[in-house]
């Protein structure tokens, strides 16, 4: 084979806002540039795609309802990988992102969808964390790590952040 | 040169409980697509492949004694890179991954090595921080950087994780 | 296109001591074995590339100045990403470094601009953090995402550290 590899993909799996926006502006870049972009999103990244309201009445374990408590709902209450103060940093740097006229990421995840970034949510990673389809924004595909090899095969480049 | 790279590398820093299980995820997945794979193990790590029992009678300077018994002794020790909760956290996502039939840490390292995943040792690491392989698992590969980046040449996916 | 493509790229996002001194390591190995390297710092990463003085009289607004004086003054101010323990694990660490006659992180850095390491600082990101040129050490470009996305095309391994 001697054509290009026209695809990029991304694991998003740390799910911090600044590394989760970081993953939005490479993709987007990528994806206005004409590339095949996936974004693969496992453990931690999964809270970036969920959405900000309580989802009741789901059938799921203690210990599920635990962990789904305890961690973010999307991207408006992600925590900062560094100087997050308390939920003070993520503020700043949203304050600052606006003073310089850069897209919120949730902006950001909307213009992902309308450029095509295909977004997929790890299902293993859904089980072990108990995070239900309902749970999750619209739009996205629901794979495992075979499907991601496979994109990352047809990739020039592969991230993982 | 026009044939395909066959390759896969992983560089594992972060030595994390579920750093260390995406990428045993990533490597055993690729390992059975019939991609020759290499995990290149530094810094933190390490950690990941450390026997969990005390080595005695070792050369070992006082600080590199200090290092060796605050940083944990592999897969069974090591901590969750966010909700980790005094090791609460990962307590209960060994036994959610047990709920959903998912392999231990422990036993996807024993299938990287029945796949001929090949994992390596950084030597400098392991000097800097003073670790001896006889601290570490059987059945590893002893290398530096430029036998990392070698393997990277050959390699279609390249992860830092 | 046949050629095999001879680029090295790398998204420094941490900043983080350990991350800096591994990126550094992978960095300078891949320039001797004749490969184009391309370092590209963001977020955190920048500063590993801030001078130790304080800039005055630059116009910054407070809130860039609160960032500015909280976030470390290049590489001898770097935490590590674990074990830290306000600053004597960097202390253990540089120390062990020098018993084993490893480069420290400054000489590294300079060791890669020798070997003509192009190290690009992310312009959105100075934006957005208030980090100014003068703040920063000599020898760099300024670019942005897209200038990356171009580089990392021309790249077989691509990392994100």
Redesign the interface.
């Known amino acids: 084979?001697?054509e290009?590899k026209n695809g990029t993909t991304?694991?998003v799996?740390?799910?911090d806002l600044?590394?989760a926006i970081?993953s939005f502006?490479?993709a987007t870049?990528?994806a206005a540039?004409g590339k095949n972009v996936t974004m693969f999103f496992?453990?931690?990244g999964l809270n970036v795609l969920r959405k900000d309201n309580v989802i009741s009445g789901s059938d799921k374990?203690m210990?599920?309802k635990?962990?789904g408590k305890?961690?973010p709902r999307g991207p408006e209450k992600l925590a900062l990988?560094?100087?997050n103060f308390g939920g003070m940093g993520p503020k700043?740097?949203k304050?600052?992102?606006k003073?310089?006229n850069?897209s919120s990421l949730k902006e950001m995840i909307e213009m992902a969808q309308d450029l095509d970034v295909k977004m997929v949510a790890c299902t293993?990673s859904m089980?072990?964390?108990?995070l239900k389809e309902e749970e999750l924004i619209d739009g996205l595909d629901y794979a495992g790590?075979?499907s991601?090899?496979a994109e990352?095969?047809e990739s020039?480049?592969?991230?993982?952040?």
């Open positions: 084979m001697e290009t991304m694991v799996f740390d799910g600044d590394k970081a502006i490479i870049g990528a540039m496992t453990f931690w374990t210990m599920e635990m962990f305890m961690m990988s560094k100087m700043m740097m304050k600052m992102m003073n310089h850069v293993m089980d072990v964390m108990g790590v075979a991601y090899l990352a095969e020039n480049i592969n991230l993982f952040i």
